[in-house]
């Protein structure tokens, strides 16, 4: 029960301890908190009081020589790819929980909504700045959701793979890595478009990546794919819109054709911690969209005419889960 009241104080820990980049100098070398309180600028006795808390979170322990070294855990945060970026990110969303209630009522304007443009379509998306934020924070933590998608899904059959939604294109990336001569689309936004062009261009798949500009929400979607994927797209809105961009992936994949659905997802009859106590909160702060579980994501399919539904079992239901289906032939 203890840990229930002091969880909010232990994510605030964990956002200090990355802001000031504490795991990072303590993956150099073992420190005393006499040199890591001179290299954060702050006094001696408040970084004990922080190192102490760290050890106890489970990302510090604590030497004879009284320097501090990471734990297994604390070394995992500086190698995920992303997930100090988020971190540091969730400031947003703890301004947009201070008053929790007011928050649960709807009476809060949040943060979050901001800080995410692109829910409200290409017009939401004006600032090249916002978006290269956005479109940075996405794509890093990308990596996780791509490695388990593809541990999921199967792509050996598909003859074209078309990323609804791809942001700056990591997902397509991840996907020509593991499927050398797949032939890839992108679809999104205007504003994401140049850096999906840099990422294509580095990667040397200039010659089997497009990228079409445009938004979902208001242009029709390419004719040219036999497999489309939508991650971490569906729960960035609300049922209606969803229900409109799945009619449309239906109607333009051919008949055979295959859908895949990626992100993170609620427990439904069997609430989870990840999908329901955090990934339901976020898309409630966004203001635009909810978390659903896999048994809604499956509804809303079918609802579109797609059959042969499939949920397997997620890897890390805390990354990422899949639903997929088929347009009949």
């Known amino acids: 029960m203890f840990d229930l009241v002091a969880g909010f104080c232990h994510s605030q820990i964990l956002l200090a301890l990355v802001r000031l980049n504490i795991p990072q100098m303590l993956l150099q070398s073992e420190q005393g908190p006499d040199t890591l309180a001179r290299r954060a600028a702050m006094p001696r006795d408040r970084m004990q009081v922080l190192l102490s808390a760290g050890v106890a979170i489970g990302l510090f322990r604590k030497r004879r020589s009284g320097h501090y070294a990471l734990t297994t855990r604390g070394a995992a945060l500086t190698g995920v790819p992303g997930l100090t970026g988020m971190i540091k990110h969730h400031d947003v969303l703890y301004r947009d929980l201070t008053d929790p209630v007011a928050f649960f009522r709807g009476d809060v304007q949040t943060e979050l909504a901001d800080f995410w443009p692109y829910v409200f379509g290409a017009g939401g998306v004006t600032d090249p700045d916002v978006a ?38 990591a997902f397509l990336a991840a996907v020509a890595a593991t499927h050398p001569t797949l032939p890839l689309t992108l679809f999104d ?75 993170p997802m609620t427990g439904g009859v069997t609430p989870t911690r990840p999908g329901d106590a955090y990934f339901a909160l976020y898309c409630m702060a966004m203001r635009t969209g909810r978390a659903r579980s896999a048994e809604e994501i499956a509804q809303l399919l079918s609802e579109a005419g797609f059959t042969t539904l499939r949920r397997p079992t997620p890897l890390r239901p805390y990354v990422t889960s899949i639903v997929t289906g088929v347009k009949p032939g």
């Open 189 to 263: 936004l205007p504003a994401v478009a140049p850096a999906a062009q840099s990422r294509f261009d580095a990667a040397g798949l200039t010659d089997r990546a497009s990228i079409v500009a445009g938004s979902f929400q208001d242009d029709p979607l390419p004719q040219c794919a036999d497999t489309i994927s939508l991650v971490r797209v569906l729960y960035d809105h609300a049922d209606a819109t969803v229900a409109r961009l799945l009619r449309a992936v239906y109607a333009v994949l051919p008949p055979g054709g295959s859908i895949i659905i990626s992100e």
């Open 132 to 169: 290269a934020t956005y479109s940075e924070l996405m794509a890093d933590s990308q990596t996780l959701v791509a490695e388990d998608t593809l541990a999921m899904v199967d792509l050996r059959n598909a003859s074209h793979l078309m990323d609804v939604g791809g942001g700056t294109g």
